[in-house]
């Protein structure tokens, strides 16, 4: 009778065993007594004196029971670990902090008639459930819209240009494209209020806002694109050549399509990156209360105004309605980065 030996499963080598996470606990759980301890009897007082406490104690507990168990080497693994870990906390510690005051501040004021109602008929004192940001969303969609239907084709021709044309202007434009990124989005909205609004229309609009989203959007696109492409394997270049391809059927009908979630990433990364901008469309759209879905006439609403509005009016009310558009804004740009993850992460796994 034949014995069947089962083969051990293989498992990744950096993998916590389950007496190292009782260690670690212990070692996060002896630093918690020492915090405590050193804060009530000496003048260390407050959450900073906490944590300090809690690092430095958690530190020097995980250095000696390393230098005990498998000596300097690994002692000095510990320090390094312990500087990561807090740098880690106080990356990520900023980031949920705004998440949990902006839902404990903004769902009190989420109501039905936030999304179907603008701000025309409504003042500053009325009560939270009168008015609403429609009129903000719809300006918002449109210019954003607008702006995406220009930089689209804009940004990804750039990135085709500096990826499979490689011209003799692959290197300023690369250049200015990252210029571009750094550029203050005050700075989008003064150009087009100088070029456009003050010598052709005299006149502020939501098409005047968007052609500043379009500035602000296209240098994420075509960085984010060019990063995409560069990540097509040349193996298909190569065969769409072989195959009798031109350079331009090879990248429209092999290299595009290759790259087609990773430039939808592109996209919405610009779009995320324009959505939440305030400054350039203080200048340029005047911040209707109204619906407006016309952008070449009057003017026109957006969410970062909306919030801006409903601050500097300072009542009671008035906040609130600000942080509920805060709310609803982060969700938006909140979903469209997941989305973006989603696709990366689809594109990555096939």
Known sequence: MSTVIATPKPGKPWTATPQQRLITASIYLG???????????TPMKGKLAYFVVFFFSSLLIDFILSYIQRGMASAKDAIARGFVS???TLAVLPIFSILFEVVKRGYKGLNINLFTKDMSLTSVN?????????HAITGTIIMVAMALIVAMPIGILTAIYLTEIRGKFAAPIKFLVQAMSGVPSIVAGLFILSAYVYPITGALSGFAGSLALMILMIPTIARTSEEVLLLIPNDLREAGVALGG??????????VPAAKSGLVTALILGIARVA???APLVLLTGGGEKVNLNPFDGPMGSLPIYIWKCFGQGTEESIARAWSGILVLLVIVLALFISARFLSERKVAK
Do not use: C, H, Y
């Not at 031109?246 to 290299?255: C, D, P, Y």
């Open 86 to 88: 807090v740098g880690m």
């Open 276 to 278: 939440g901008e305030t």
């Open 126 to 134: 009325d009560p939270i459930g009168n008015g609403g940001l429609i």
């Open 31 to 41: 630093a918690v007594l020492v915090s405590f301890t050193l804060v009530a009897i």
């Open 246 to 255: 031109t350079q331009w059927r090879t990248v429209a009908l092999v290299v």
